[in-house]
């Protein structure tokens, strides 16, 4: 909700006034748009659907590839095509499907034959997302595209991109393809083998502009409007991450940390609001690090300006940062869900890793949090599972100590990705050239087993049930 008093901010009209171009031109009636005496290009987004044991919707929104659309906002025409739109139409008669109390909750899917590289895991093998048939429908409907782009986050989903390129291939021969994401950057020679026309490699968009022949505006908002409906929004106030943990590809995606303009998130959160979300996932590697310059002067700006939503941080916070004045920020501003990343109680592990975050500062960002009036159930520490460097009685030590702080634990499967340490350690044990042998379900089963990594599974939720009940205010 924002602060209904009429603001002169220019970057506020500048935005909105972008939206309702947008609007007008992705009207049938308003095609006839020139560009330089030129009709602009047709670009479908598309974010394909997930292949994997499970899927959850946890805020997850194709935010990388919304934002290279904003860049080209007025210049070409676009369509989104969003596999995991939990607000599609085929979605509301779907039962059992329906969102909690953040808008996060599960997604269709059916099930399918584990591939063979993951045979040995004796887990259900699933197609999450919107039925195929709605896509090759909504392909033979809007008539071909210039080009589309498609993006995925998890290496090993590069199945849903297959699917995804073979629809679009047999609709629409002449269409250039265009693949982003996680998943080319890391496994670019295998992403080659699927067939696409360009990949974008990185955060180096050059190639993409040259591509396409389109000068972009850096200075423009992701192109959220492209939804239909929306309820949840994604938000980063930083580029990058300042630490080296070894299990993490951050620095190798996005390189080193950099914050970007105040006024630019300032502007993309006021256009989420316009536009009916009321939830917003911080998609930062690291929000917290030098809040004083970045996060907190942000979160004051929403205070002032009287913007109401609800923040939420699935990516891990990190607690030694969490100081008792930014806990009381974070909650006066409208966080509701901070997820804290924590790993392993064991500081010889954590010193191996990274020294990211000692039980000592996560105690203290615990009492700090709940001190500043954040619900105790809301408060999550995250603890991976399955990591080839720690043993079972170190990773119980963990979960215990987190229940001890009265907050919640959740176990993070480890998937060892390529290039980084503790990835290429790993090869001893997978094929780290197949993506689908990343998998997060997949790994701590080889490395555990299926019935300790059940049971471990089994004590975290036994641990987090044992927390007192969470009173609503």
Known sequence: MLDK???????????????????????????????????KPKILLVNPPIYDFSAYDFWLKPAGMLRVAGFLRGKADFKLFDYLDRLAPFMAGQRKLESDRWDRGRFYCQNLPVPPPLKTIPRYFRRFGLPRKIFTDFLAKEGPFDFVMVQTTMTYWYKGLEEVIEDVRSAWPQAKIVLGGNYVTLCYDHAQKLGADLIVKGTNLEPLWKYLGIHPDLKQPAMWEVYDKLNVGVLKLTEGCPFSCSYCSVPKVYGKFKPRSLEHSLAELELLCQLGADNIAFYDDALLFEADKVLTPFLSEVLKRNIRVNFH?????????????????????????????????????????????????????????????????????????????????????????????????????????????????????????????????????????????????????????????????
């Open 313 to 473: 941080s699935p990516n891990a916070l990190n607690a030694r940062f969490i100081t008792k004045n930014l806990a009381e920020l974070m909650v006066r501003s409208g966080f509701k869900t901070f997820y804290l990343g924590f790993e392993s109680a064991s500081k010889q592990w954590q010193q191996r890793t990274g020294s990211k975050v000692f039980s000592e500062e996560l105690e203290r960002a615990t009492r700090y949090l709940i001190a500043a009036g954040a619900e105790p159930d809301n408060i999550t520490a995250y603890q991976i599972l399955g990591h080839p460097h720690i043993d079972i009685q170190q990773l119980e030590t963990s979960m215990r100590f987190v229940h001890s702080l009265g907050i919640r634990g959740m176990l993070a499967d480890f998937s060892p990705i390529p290039g980084t340490p503790d990835g290429e350690y790993c090869r001893k044990w997978i094929d780290l050239n197949e993506p689908l042998m990343h998998n997060k379900t997949a790994f701590p089963i080889i490395m555990l087993g299926f019935d300790e990594s059940n049971r471990l599974k089994d004590l975290q939720r036994r641990l987090n049930r044992e927390l007192p009940e969470k009173t609503f205010s």
């Open 5 to 39: 008093q009429p603001k002169a901010k220019y970057y506020r009209l500048t935005y909105l006034m972008a939206v309702t171009s947008e609007r007008i031109s992705n009207n049938p009636a308003s095609k006839q748009h020139v560009q330089q005496g030129n009709m």
